[in-house]
């Protein structure tokens, strides 16, 4: 009778064990071994370097792949981030900010608090290009004009607006379309639109696609209106286009700047996230080559205007490396 006691009791004790080693197991396969990044439209500069963000953490981490994901770009992505269908979005620190505390284009919903610093990659130029022969000089004179504002939902949309409101300007003063990058690019040189906002690094692919075969120009935001626009939000900076950016622009270009970012959903694990980081940082050369604008990301500008709480696992990071 001892001995069947004694053996249930082993039984049990082995069972105990397997079933906690099994418990392990289904919580260790909850880190995802796939993540998903989400980028912008395939003109832009969000989707190359959202491939290569992609291509060099499969390559770098190990037992992990992420695949990029093309995209309506900033606001679109900070739902997708919120919700966990994606794991990293490039993503407008604006737009970041607007999301994190329930305002702008997100006041009539809950903050969306899933969300993570992760990395600032470069200023995103808001370029205002119009046709050449459409005797458009300044912004004032997009009055009664063809606009693309941007795409639904998108990031550039709500700059077109801030924008065109610091010139005195609304939607009802324009003939506004919601268009993409590459739709605004395509409607330009059909002749649909006289004007589009571009919102992103220089050069842009939409716009010197459009600038080989057709007569276009960038329009300047004056300094005064500028400041302005800084003052009514922060996360805007002055910036120049150089002369030479783009075909037949022989002066400089002054306009308006917020920041690319990179954000991350605030489940993903510390070790996940530190991990991830490390890859990207010890290949900042694949990262560059993917476009111009990759170079801009370095160790010591990683956090400048970071709109919200860095995730611990890229803060560990930095703090290891000294920043």
């Given amino acids: ?117 992760f990395a600032s990659l470069y200023p995103e130029v808001i370029q205002i290009v119009v046709n050449a022969n459409a005797g458009i000089d300044s912004v004032d004179d997009l009055r009664g004009t063809r606009v693309a504002v941007g795409a639904p939902g998108s990031g550039t949309e709500a700059n077109a607006r801030q924008i065109l409101a610091a010139h005195g300007i609304g939607y009802d003063d324009i003939r506004a379309d919601f268009l993409s990058f590459a739709e605004a690019a395509d409607a330009l040189r059909d002749g649909n639109v006289d004007a589009a906002f571009v919102t992103a690094g220089t050069p842009t692919a939409a716009v010197t696609d459009v600038s080989t075969t057709h007569n276009v120009k960038i329009l300047s935001i004056a300094d005064d209106v500028a400041a302005s626009i800084m003052a009514d939000f922060p996360f805007y900076d002055q910036v120049t286009i150089p002369a030479g950016t783009y075909r037949n622009q022989d002066s400089d270009v002054n306009t308006v700047a917020v920041l690319a970012m990179m954000f991350v959903r605030a489940g993903l694990s510390d070790d996940m996230v530190y991990n991830v980081a490390k890859a990207l940082f010890e290949n900042l050369d694949a990262f560059s080559a993917a476009h111009a604008r990759g170079g801009n990301l370095t160790l010591e500008t990683a956090t400048n205007g970071m709109p919200l709480d860095i995730h611990p696992g890229a803060a560990r990071y930095y703090a290891e490396m000294g920043q």
């Fill in 1 to 117: 009778m001892r001995s069947k006691f004694s053996f249930l009791v082993v039984l049990l004790l082995i069972m105990s064990v397997t079933m906690a080693f099994a418990a392990g197991g289904r919580e260790a396969a909850e880190e995802p071994a796939r993540l998903a990044v989400a980028t912008g439209g395939t003109a832009g500069v969000y989707f190359p370097l959202g491939g290569a963000f992609a291509n060099i953490v499969s390559e770098n981490v190990d037992g992990v792949t992420a695949n990029a994901e093309s995209t309506g770009a900033s606001v679109v992505n900070v739902n997708l981030l919120n919700n966990a269908e994606v794991d990293f979005a490039l993503i407008q620190n604006d737009v970041a900010y607007y999301a994190f505390n329930g305002v702008e284009m997100f006041s009539d919903q809950a903050p969306l608090a899933n969300l993570r610093g």
